[in-house]
């Protein structure tokens, strides 16, 4: 937790859609993440769905279908295993 409160970002729960979207806007800015994030409704639907507790990376088909899913992270996180993953299921012109 100190890392956290290191690098900056720490946040109470968020309680709407809009502080929801920016603590997830400041996380990405601030841990430098490179790749597209989405955001789970308060629902959590997708997190039920696709076990995404703890952080997981995913490829995902259209349609739904999982093509690739980690271990979980943050140490579970294999860059070079997704990126192999999309160069097997994404076809190159």
């Not at 769905?49 to 294999?78: E, H, M, Q």
């Amino acid at each position: 937790m100190q890392s956290n409160v290191k690098e900056g970002v720490l946040f109470a729960s968020p309680r709407n859609e809009g502080e929801r979207y920016a603590v997830a806007g400041t996380c990405v800015r601030k841990l430098g993440i490179k790749f597209p994030a989405l955001i789970d409704g308060f629902d959590n639907r997708v997190e039920a769905a696709y076990t995404g507790w703890p952080d997981r990376l995913y490829l995902i088909a259209p349609g739904g279908r999982v093509l690739y899913k980690s271990k979980p992270g943050p140490f579970g996180f294999k860059p070079g295993d997704l990126a192999a993953a999309i160069r097997r299921e994404v076809p190159t012109s």
